[in-house]
């Protein structure tokens, strides 16, 4: 069992930045990847980025490719997701999720737990 606890988000203006953070308990947090995902009012959840175990491989979707970057901190059992250069059409729920498999995953069903989300919004 994993349990994950969003928190940073708010809202800012259009070119600004905001950092989300994700605190895991339960497992051996260095043993799992960690994926954020988003869903806007109205539409599907989906992929944002994703990190392995160690840190050393991460995965963006091209939407946010150059402007957010996903990061962990093994030794306190967080993830994060600094965003850059945000735009309106990144308001969205933010989720991190736990993925106990081998590969890191764009894909809502290979995620094994969730957090509760957290709002970011981004006025124009």
């Known amino acids: 069992q994993v349990q994950l606890v969003e928190s940073g988000g708010g809202s800012v203006q259009a070119g600004g930045s905001l950092r989300l953070s994700c605190t895991a308990s339960?497992?051996?947090?260095?043993?799992?990847?960690m994926g954020w995902f988003r869903q806007a009012p109205g539409k599907e959840r989906t992929f944002v980025a994703a990190?392995?175990?160690?840190?050393?491989?991460?995965y963006y979707a091209d939407s946010v490719k150059g402007r957010f970057t996903m990061s962990r901190d093994n030794a306190k059992n967080t993830v994060y997701l600094q965003m850059n250069s945000l735009k309106p059409e990144d308001t969205a729920v933010y989720y991190c999720?736990?993925?106990?498999?081998?590969?890191?995953?764009?894909?809502?069903?290979?995620?094994?737990?969730w957090g509760q989300g957290t709002q970011v919004t981004v006025s124009s």
């Open positions: 999720a736990a993925d106990l498999g081998i590969y890191l995953s764009s894909r809502i069903y290979n995620y094994d737990y």
């Open positions: 339960g497992r051996t947090f260095s043993s799992y990847a």
């Open positions: 990190i392995s175990g160690s840190g050393g491989v991460t």
